[in-house]
């Protein structure tokens, strides 16, 4: 399938089995040929509300409604969803059995139920049915009312008279916050968009908040790898958010929005044809996520942790590298595949020269604490996901060793400034290419300072 109709229709046909995922990846298959169709952002808002990722589905239904203002259905689409999130903040905050807090899940069970009900009611009369006196589109038009196919219309459907099987309400929940970039206790999450950079690239972020933390304590930032996705690494570091009491924050730079290296891992510094401007770096996203978040919590904190494993960590060390007055106080970048050299006789993106690094930043970059860790079984030559090209072959033939080769460039290119470098290197002993086994570390090192 090429054309966006076509995967429109995928994406009903997978929605009415209750294949949600997999409806949900079809229509951003047709939002990829084609951002235009209302009708596709507001189904893929319905599938993301039956996986209760409403904030996401909210972003989606919003699309709908920029791209076809008078979309009748996406509105009543952005209804449910702002219902359903009000009920969950409202259960979240509403006292429990006995004076206990815990929200009263079955009560928001029930009501969820039945609003994720008339979801699916929307979605059918998209595909050609009529319902109390609401003309349906029977087939995908573009924002100016033309057809885009001339597809049969799909047969009328029987209404089911049973609510579809849904999970109860998750550990993790994306919970409206007393106010914007409060972070609920326990696990959550939150679409964030950055207004002063990329406000149109929506970021959702990934939250744990343990009891102990209080607004004197740390904020980590954790940057995903090659996966993009943000839950799985909260959850890797939620026994260290723990341990040493610190709110975790993991960014998720989704493909949708931010395609390919350009974006994540190199940041955006380059764009198309053009240097981007500085406020437009994803690095920045990162300065602005930390402003959002302690405004929220209102944490007293003046500095981030910050630690990236894989291309997470090839975000981070440039991160320092080209954000020299970034205010992380200590960074990791573990396991990293390719590095940027801190070396002007070197081109972009390997290197600093016609880089947009002022020669004279370079000596402030030595001076902040980043720390560049591997595990000593990284050592896998012919790892499909290792850059293999001959300029990155030039750092070394593994991640162990490249990561060698750009601690020894700095400590030479500190040393031809005749200035002290501030950076450490360590290695993680029988460990291989692997987040979890790096976390306990990494942790160990950006929360002992030493």
Do not use: C
């Amino acid at each position: 399938m090429d054309e966006a109709p076509d995967w429109f229709k995928e994406g009903v046909a997978l929605y009415e089995k209750g294949d949600y995922q997999r409806a949900i990846k079809a229509f951003d298959k047709a939002i990829a040929i084609d951002p235009t169709i209302a009708e596709v952002w507001n189904n893929r808002g319905l599938a993301l509300i039956q996986t209760e990722q409403y904030q996401e589905a909210l972003l989606s239904i919003n699309k709908a409604l920029s791209v076809n203002p008078n979309y009748e259905n996406a509105k009543k689409a952005k209804k449910i969803v702002l219902d359903l999130l009000k009920d969950l903040h409202n259960a979240n905050n509403a006292p429990g059995p006995a004076g206990s807090t815990l929200p009263q899940v079955p009560e928001v069970l029930s009501r969820k139920h039945s609003k994720i009900f008339v979801a699916t009611i929307i979605v059918i009369v998209l595909i050609g049915v009529t319902i109390s006196g609401v003309l349906i589109m029977t087939s995908m038009q573009n924002n100016t009312g033309t057809p885009l196919s001339a597809a049969p219309v799909p047969e009328p459907m029987t209404v089911p008279t049973q609510v579809l099987t849904t999970s109860a309400v998750s550990t993790t929940t994306q919970l409206l916050a007393s106010r914007p970039g409060d972070i609920p206790l326990g696990r959550g999450q939150f679409v964030f968009n950055d207004s002063l950079g990329n406000s149109d690239r929506p970021i959702t972020v990934y939250t744990y908040r343990p009891a102990s933390w209080n607004q004197s304590g740390p904020i980590l930032i954790v940057m995903p790898g090659a996966g993009r996705t943000g839950e799985s690494p909260r959850d890797t570091w939620v026994p260290y958010a723990d341990e040493y009491s610190s709110i975790v924050l993991v960014p998720e730079f989704s493909q949708q929005y931010y395609p390919g290296d350009m974006f994540y891992p190199l940041g955006y510094i380059y764009g198309a044809t053009n240097w981007e401007p500085k406020t437009n770096w994803t690095f920045m996203a990162i300065e602005h996520l930390f402003d959002y978040v302690r405004n929220g919590t209102r944490a007293t904190t003046p500095t981030y942790l910050l630690d990236g494993h894989s291309a997470g960590g090839q975000f981070v060390h440039r991160l320092v590298t080209f954000i020299p007055d970034a205010r992380y106080s200590r960074a990791v970048a573990a396991n990293s595949g390719l590095y940027v050299m801190p070396d002007y006789s070197i081109s972009y993106p390997l290197g600093l020269k016609d880089s947009p690094l002022p020669q004279t930043d370079l000596a402030t970059v030595f001076s902040r604490k980043l720390i560049i860790m591997s595990g000593s079984h990284d050592t896998n030559p012919n790892d499909t996901n290792l850059a293999n090209f001959p300029a990155a072959e030039v750092e070394g033939s593994t991640r162990f060793a490249r990561a060698q080769f750009y601690y020894a460039t700095a400590q030479e290119q500190a040393a031809a400034l005749g200035v002290p470098l501030n950076w450490e290197y360590h290695v993680v002993q029988g460990i291989g290419h692997d987040e979890a086994g790096m976390a306990g570390p990494s942790a160990e090192m950006l929360f002992n300072e030493s």
